[in-house]
């Protein structure tokens, strides 16, 4: 039957077991088990049943006065009381001396030290209430220090990125906050800046392997079944979706245990833990509820998350003479935002920057002690800002390609800056309010490009054509036919004709048709000197042109027609009367209005 694994300890601040020893109006003593300022609790819980087990969270300090133990009972009893309470996940056991016990069992005291749980005899004239109310005091005071810590760490973390040298600044400043190593990862894995007390190779190449779990275009591993190990130089995956860090034989081999599975003795040492919201596994000292607190310090700045790429399958193991089929490869799963793992005695922790250029923060220190998460995420979200598009290659050409169209440069002569191939154009209307400039960053985002134009009602996008857009959720969009860069006022035009169909017939994404027609046989000089011939009478007023545009688009649909361009139907009756008086046409004879359809695509 396999162990149990014990609970996640709940989510408060640990107070080290030696500080409630040294509380003199307590006098507690401790008789048996481990000693040492690592021992923490995260706790206190009475209680009299014979099997707590079931009534702990993990990392409590547990009060009992062994009411549920007789006079004289065997030591056998005392091994499985105490095994239960190591099962649960809890850290210390203190036991009060009268009314039921003259003194602690001697027997329990064996168990203890056999089992590795601290022991501790409260006195007679120590309450259990007021050990508990010691604890919580305790809790509040490490709170209070770590958001302290917290504040101070990201007041001197903002003040380094504000230096001439940014990124190194934020860096050393990480490191000796930590009191450990910070080094900035490129996109290939090497290193770019680093900062701290030197550390061994063998450490810096463990941290170089962990990164790999959270970069964006990193491997991801195979999800074999629970409790078998991983294939070689991969660790065994549980099937909540936790990610081991790859490499056998050094960091990250042993036995990965799921999230919710990471409370004391939960996993092996070196088990890589990883979250997808950048917050520690259960179990860390980071994880505390102060913790949470602190990380508002960090509120307004956010850092995305990059997608993943699926590892290959592999096939089960089944013994030596027999033979499975592969198992088909994980799906494409979200790649995660921090990772942890440990080497020996060094705490390691890779943070993907919100960037999405591929850039990971390494840290490794001697100990990770509370509030070490949150200090080196606000470092982690500054460093994305720092490392974001405005300081890549991308940016600057596109800071290049503004300068010199507003020099007087053409855009063929600027759009190799921007990327090769064709483009298109979107214009797209949110369907709540108007846009704004966070929600046209994601929009563009999320169609592929940082080439974001916010108007009054309407939000524009010059992407790469080769990405076909989809459907945004709160979006009606209208796309152009791929232009090249001689093309795209045109494509421009196209695209808001597109967003008008759209709109009028009520559904989130119109394609200009690019497809070859009539019109292709007149040359197109021609074709525009016609236009500008037959519409002249409309050219002094453009929105009689746009209007009779739509109208035409639409079949002639006085409502369609009037939600499409936002007026009045009794409007868009009006400008159509006056588009027949100025061009002298019956607007309701078929060849008429093909010949005006031809004209106004010319324009």
Known sequence: MPEPVAPAVPPTPPVALSALLAREDLALRQIAGPAGPSLVIHGAHTSEMADPYPYLLGGELLLTAGVHIPQGAEAGRFDDYVSRVVAAGGAAL????????????????????????????????????????????????????????????????????????????????????????????????????????????????????????????????????????????????????????????????????????????????????????????????????????????????????????????????????????????????????????????????????????????????????????????????LLSLLTGEHQSGSGAARSAALVRLLLGSSPEEVAPLLGDGRWIVVHARPEAQSPDAVAASALGAALGSPLVDVGRDVVRVLAPAEREPVPQPGWTLGVSAAAGPGEWPAADGQAARALARARATRVPLVRHGARPGLAELVPRADAQAHARALLGPLGAQPALAETLRTWLSLHGSWDRTAVALGVHRNTVRQRIARCAALLDADLDDADVRMELWFALRQC
């Not at 004239?125 to 958001?147: D, H």
């Not at 600044?169 to 701290?196: E, M, N, W």
């Not at 490499?247 to 599975?261: H, I, K, L, Q, V």
Request: include cysteine; charged fraction near 15%; hydrophobic fraction near 40%.
């Open 94 to 381: 203190g036991f009060g001396v009268a009314p039921v016990h003259d003194t602690v069992p001697p027997a329990l005291v064996a168990a203890c030290d056999t089992q590795g749980l601290p022991l501790l005899e409260v006195p007679p004239r120590t309450t259990f209430s007021g050990v508990a109310r010691a604890v919580w005091q305790l809790m509040a005071q490490a709170r209070l220090a770590e958001l302290r810590r917290v504040t101070d760490a990201q007041q001197s973390l903002a003040a380094a990125a504000s230096r001439p040298d940014p990124v190194p600044s934020v860096l050393r400043q990480l490191a000796q906050r930590l009191g450990g190593h910070a080094i900035l990862f490129g996109p290939d894995g090497t290193g770019i800046a680093q900062a701290g007390r030197t550390v061994p190779d063998e450490v810096r190449a463990a941290l170089s392997k962990l990164t790999q779990v959270v970069r964006p275009t990193g491997p991801r591993p195979p999800e074999p079944d629970r409790g078998t190990a991983g294939a070689p130089g991969l660790p065994a995956v549980p099937r909540s979706g936790t990610a081991g860090a790859p490499g056998a034989g050094g960091p990250g081999t042993g036995d990965a245990r799921a999230s919710g599975a990471g409370g004391p003795r939960a996993g092996g040492a070196g088990s890589p833990r990883t979250s997808g919201v950048g917050g520690p596994a259960p179990g860390e000292p980071g994880s505390a509820a102060p913790a949470a607190d602190a990380a508002g310090v960090a509120a307004g700045v956010a850092a995305g998350v990059a997608a993943g790429v699926a590892g290959p399958g592999r096939a089960p193991s089944g013994g030596a003479a027999a033979s499975a089929a592969p198992v088909p490869a994980s799906p494409p799963r979200p790649a995660p935002s921090s990772a942890t793992d440990t080497l020996g005695d060094t705490h390691l922790a890779a943070y993907a920057l919100g960037a999405g250029e591929g850039f990971v923060l390494g840290v490794a220190s001697g100990q990770r002690g509370p509030g070490d998460h949150t200090i080196a995420s606000v470092a982690a979200v």
